[in-house]
């Protein structure tokens, strides 16, 4: 594909659309890798869970980590509906090794990959810099703590709401948007992502 730098710092290109047999297996195997994590950062939130009893919303700066693969997925692959795939991937993955959750996590996962992939649809599936990275993993922050005001903490009052949809979104900046960003980065010094766009 043809590319050209674009203000944001990032490559434009004519993107190819089309998924192929090696997009999706990669796609899978990122999601099959986070989904055993979601499984055990599951035991990590519950262990943690005491650290944030005066303030519960706070709890939410470690919950970037659910939010990778929707941005991981699409850096590297770059096709429409990638961070969809991949975070539905590892939500199942999580669900069948025994999220303490259940179901709710399939759910929980939809959402959070349709929150990064409303910005990278925005952006045409060309540009994928930082900025977009970031915008996209705080949005999916945010819609992963609606969904939890939603079900589980819809008698907090709104300054705690508020509070916790800023700590997620504020998590997803950081810990699923830089941190997914410095990760493909380093896969592609060491070589992993040679093929893929990212490697461009």
């Not at 179901?103 to 900025?131: I, M, N, P, T, W």
């Amino acid at each position: 594909m043809s590319g050209r730098v674009t203000p944001y710092g990032g490559a434009a290109t004519v993107p190819d659309t089309r998924w192929s047999t090696r997009d999706i297996v990669v796609t899978a195997v990122i999601a099959v890798a986070f989904g055993v994590v979601f499984w055990a950062w599951g035991y990590v939130w519950n262990f943690a869970g005491p650290l944030f009893t005066a303030l519960k919303p706070a709890e939410y700066i470690i919950s970037g980590i659910w939010l990778m693969p929707a941005i991981i997925a699409p850096l590297v692959v770059r096709k429409p509906g990638a961070a969809i795939y991949a975070e539905m991937v590892a939500a199942i993955l999580e669900n069948v090794l025994g999220s303490t959750w259940g179901l709710d996590v399939l759910f929980s996962g939809f959402v959070q990959g349709v929150a990064a992939e409303v910005v990278f649809a925005f952006a045409l599936y060309r540009v994928f810099s930082l900025r977009v990275v970031m915008v996209a993993a705080g949005l999916a922050g945010v819609g992963e703590a609606i969904h939890d005001i939603l079900i589980y903490y819809p008698t907090y009052s709104a300054d705690l709401q508020i509070a916790t949809i800023v700590a997620a979104a504020l998590s997803g900046v950081v810990v699923a948007g830089l941190g997914s960003w410095w990760l493909v980065r380093a896969l592609r010094r060491a070589g992993v992502l040679e093929g893929f766009p990212a490697d461009d």
